[in-house]
């Protein structure tokens, strides 16, 4: 588990990715948490994210397809 800290702008929510569905917000989130804090690059798979992304609903784990996410990057 990594420790530490990572800032986030209250312009957030006047940005685009606010507007979209929860799960693009979601995605963001995880990307920033995982990015290197020195370099601020990521080395990942749709898999990972989407692993890193997922949740729970009702004790179902819910885990987005490859394609949802890439279709997420692409935006």
Do not use: F
Request: with cysteine.
């Amino acid at each position: 588990m990594h420790r530490g800290y990572y800032k986030r702008w209250r312009k957030e929510t006047d940005s685009e990715v606010w507007d979209m569905p929860p799960l693009y917000l979601r995605t963001w989130d995880w990307i920033l948490r995982e990015a290197n804090y020195k370099t601020g690059h990521i080395t990942t798979s749709l898999s990972q994210i989407a692993e890193g992304v997922e949740w729970t609903d009702r004790g179902a784990l819910c885990r987005p397809a490859k394609k949802t996410i890439s279709k997420i990057l692409s935006w």
